[in-house]
Nanobody, 116 residues
Framework: QVQLVESGGGLVQAGGSLRLSCAAS????????MGWYRRFPGKQRELVAT???????NYADSVKGRFTISIDNARNAVYLRMNRLKPDDTAVYYC??????????WGQGTKVTVSS
């Protein structure tokens, strides 16, 4: 099992920046990839960005050029740098880990609010 703890959400004005962090613990040697997802009120959780331990990344079209995902394999942590934030980015952001053959787990979620 791999457990996740997120931090870094909060309130920011449109055009501002935030950095989300997610630290993994447990069977971290089995991690294949980590990522960030978000859930808008009343909607399903959707992909924001993912990154493999080798550094390959994937982004949702809506965040390309504004958000950057990075991974620190030595610290077993993944980060999401969010620039030029928009009110439409307001959501609860969840960290995700893929490990072993088909293991997956989610963080508790961190709320990001972008005011106009």
């Amino acid at each position: 099992q791999v457990q996740l703890v997120e931090s870094g959400g909060g309130l920011v004005q449109a055009g501002g920046s935030l950095r989300l962090s997610c630290a993994a613990s447990g069977s971290v040697f089995r991690i294949n990839a980590m990522g960030w997802y978000r859930r808008f009120p009343g909607k399903q959780r959707e992909l924001v960005a993912t990154i493999t331990v080798g550094g390959s990344t994937n982004y949702a079209d809506s965040v390309k050029g504004r958000f950057t995902i990075s991974i620190d394999n030595a610290r077993n942590a993944v980060y999401l740098r969010m620039n030029r934030l928009k009110p439409d980015d307001t959501a609860v952001y969840y960290c995700n880990v893929q490990y072993g053959y088909a293991g997956t787990n989610w963080g508790q979620g961190t709320k990001v609010t972008v005011s106009s």
